[in-house]
């Protein structure tokens, strides 16, 4: 037994469940490498950065819905998958990682390239190896994450190409969220009231959840649009136990506090809504179809059965409390004293977007500034890292689900447009997500907007960005880097273009719309020293 008929029974199992798969180019995963490029029913993406390939496969794997193959060689190679492990175990995104490995003999001994790879995930994905290829009809594929450890010896190259196999097939989207793989998990049903003042929270990985269609909801970016959405700010309203409210030309004072709100999937934006979850003068109500509930609800489900309806009172103040929210953000972004901030840049995107349209929102300050400015919107498919809620593995995330998007349309003249929201660091962080070798599939249609604030924006508005803390703040926080991101736009061979005010960033993106190339980096010059100031606004 070669280990080319091992590498040859791994990937025929892999056609078996997965369409694409990310390779990066080793040495002792070479007999994976020959046989994953035989496949006519593989689509195969070679990336040179582990870490990279492995948000590129979870971006892939975020719009598919089905598990999406990351292939290396053995060490740290390995190791450099795990940060997107985390990111899908945490947001229930299928992924498959694929490692070479040395014989066992060669534990132990200070061969190269030779660490303890099995069990390297820990809780994040357990691992299945491989030495034989009775080892191979054994492969569980039930798990969302999971981690496949082949053994190889040499030698390691075939004295011949293998001939090709597989049929080529196109590429469809999975039947749910958490893809093919997991089956949701029914917590059951809980009776609710709707007769009492109800509040829905919706964070990501929400549903639209029969019963409380009409029920006010404050939205994240991610969630599905709501009929009744009330804007984020307004939870500042809902703590308190009474306000004067203005509403069709009256003014009345309101009971606002909801008696129960209803948590649907993992919000994690805002601290005033989470606040909301913590008071004790509300009864909180957690739905969700994974093991994760977010905060401590004194009941659980995944499915609701309603009684009553929301009254006519309730229904008013939630729509003039997210009117006054929405109002707020409108009259900060006309606001000249601010600048060009990442909010304006936010608002830019959001009023760009069409339907068709898929968003990617970066964490920190650009999915926040999002949710301000109205996201989500019906008609575009919105995506952020929420699990581990990091920046981590954005731009590749992004590049994924453009090729998802773009391997969804194959017979469109040009692929639908896929937008990305990002902050600098974010992308610095990041930025060899777009070395993508010439002879490789390539986005066709996506735009990277960068909200260049020259730093860390998110740390101004937080208790770290205090004015009796500041004295090392930029250093610690602030971070400034002064990198050119028109040199790196160059560098990467993505076409370039300058935002310098909200209308440069307008006309930008129509002018994008208009005449796309295949990837657009459009760098939106934003301050972040009027941050803390409009962060104060906005919550007064």
Request: hydrophobic share 40%; with cysteine.
């Amino acid at each position: 037994m070669s280990s080319m008929d091992v590498a040859t029974h791994v990937v025929e199992m892999l056609a078996n469940h997965l369409t694409d798969v990310v390779l990066c180019p080793g040495s002792r995963n070479s007999p994976l490498a020959y046989a994953l490029l035989a496949r006519r029913d593989l689509t195969v993406h070679v990336r040179i950065d582990e870490r990279s390939a492995a948000f590129t496969a979870l971006g892939m794997a975020r719009l598919q819905r089905r598990h999406v193959g990351v292939v290396m060689t053995s060490g740290t190679a390995v190791a450099n998958t795990f940060p997107a492990v985390i990111e899908a175990s945490m947001s229930h995104v299928p992924l498959v990682i694929v490692s070479a490995d040395r014989p066992e003999r060669l534990l132990g001994t200070g061969a190269s390239q030779t660490i303890w790879q099995r069990g390297i995930f820990g809780r994040y994905a357990n691992t299945q190896h491989v030495a034989s290829v009775d080892d191979v009809t054994e492969l569980d594929f039930s798990a969302d994450q999971i981690h496949i450890n082949v053994a190889f010896d040499t030698p390691l190259v075939p004295e011949a190409l293998p001939e090709a196999a597989g049929n080529p097939r196109r590429v469809g989207v999975g039947p749910g969220r958490l893809g093919t793989v997991a089956p949701r998990i029914d917590h059951g049903v809980v009776d609710i009231d709707l007769d009492r003042d109800t509040l829905v929270i919706a964070g990501d990985e929400a549903w639209e959840v029969p019963g409380l269609e009409h029920v006010p909801t404050i939205a994240e970016p991610t969630a599905p649009t709501p009929f009744h959405q009330v804007h984020p700010l307004a939870a500042r309203f809902f703590a308190q136990p009474e306000v004067s409210i203005s509403h069709d030309g009256g003014d009345f004072a309101a009971s606002t506090k909801p008696q129960q709100v209803v948590v649907v999937g993992h919000p994690t934006l805002h601290r005033d809504v989470l606040a909301l979850l913590a008071d004790p003068d509300i009864e909180v109500i957690g739905l969700s179809r994974t093991e994760t509930f977010t905060g401590r609800p004194t009941r659980r489900g995944s499915r609701v059965n309603v009684t009553g309806q929301p009254s006519s009172t309730w229904l008013k103040i939630c729509e003039a409390a997210g009117d006054v929210g929405a109002q707020t953000v409108r009259e900060a972004l006309a606001d000249q004293q601010y600048g060009f901030t990442g909010l304006h840049a936010a608002a830019a995107v959001a009023d760009t977007l069409a339907v068709g349209d898929t968003l990617v929102l970066g964490s920190s300050n650009p999915v926040r500034d999002a949710s301000f400015v109205g996201l989500p919107f019906d008609g575009v498919s919105t995506y952020s890292a929420r699990g581990a809620a990091g920046i981590d593995g954005t731009v590749s995330q992004a590049v994924g689900v453009a090729l998802a998007v773009q391997a969804l349309h194959p017979d469109d003249i040009r692929a639908p447009r896929t937008v990305a929201l990002i902050g600098d660091v974010t992308f610095l962080h990041d930025v060899n997500g777009l070395i993508i070798g010439p002879d490789e599939p390539r986005p066709g249609n996506l735009t990277i907007v960068v909200a260049n604030d020259d730093g860390g924006g998110i740390f101004e508005a937080l208790e770290v960005g205090a004015e009796g803390v500041r004295r090392d703040f930029e250093r610690a926080f602030g971070t400034p880097h002064g990198v050119g991101v028109d040199k790196l736009a160059e560098a990467y061979g993505a076409a370039y273009r300058r935002a310098d005010s909200l209308a440069d960033l307008i006309a930008a993106l129509v002018e994008d719309t208009e005449t796309p190339e295949p990837l657009t980096i459009i760098e939106a010059r934003t301050t972040r020293g009027t941050r803390r100031d409009l962060a104060a606004r906005l919550r007064k």
